[in-house]
């Protein structure tokens, strides 16, 4: 008599739900660049930064997962090796940018505090010049 092995194998839903969030992470990553800068000249972004780096986080985590359990359990782990690619990638990305929001906030500020100082001078010159009109007549 022979016995079959109808089981599907193991980790499958792993190795699909890490390759989407890797994806995710991926492919969204520049869009989230853009709105973690914007939020950090205004003096913010960790939020997002954080946030997106979770996000990747957890779709290397689950694509390798579900890597190793399809590899005990005799499945096809492409989807899971390709999400764990991405998720390597998007992860060094996320990370990347979460460390570069400090130096972004300190570009920011100085040149916010360059153009402070020359409209305060352009104020007192214009005040100068306006007194000084009021005096002539």
């Keep these: 008599m022979e016995q079959t092995n109808n089981t599907a194998p193991q980790g499958k839903g792993l190795g699909v739900t ?4 890797s994806l995710i992470g991926l492919v969204g990553y520049f869009p989230i660049a853009v709105i973690v800068a914007a939020q950090a000249m205004l003096g913010g972004g960790y939020g997002t930064a954080i946030f997106w780096l979770v996000l990747c986080l957890a779709g290397t985590i689950l ?5 190793m359990k399809l590899g005990k359990t005799g499945g096809k782990r492409g ?5 764990l690619i991405l998720g390597i990638v998007a992860l060094l990305l996320s ?3 979460t460390i570069g ?3 972004i906030q300190a570009a920011s500020s100085q040149m916010q505090d360059a153009f402070g100082a020359d409209f305060q001078k352009a104020m007192d010159d214009a005040k100068a010049s306006a ?3 009021m005096n002539a007549q």
């Design 18 to 21: 890490g390759f989407v969030l």
């Design 63 to 67: 694509s390798a997962m579900g890597m």
């Design 79 to 83: 989807l899971a090796i390709t999400g």
């Design 95 to 97: 990370a990347w940018l």
């Design 101 to 103: 929001i400090s130096k």
């Design 131 to 133: 007194d000084s009109s």
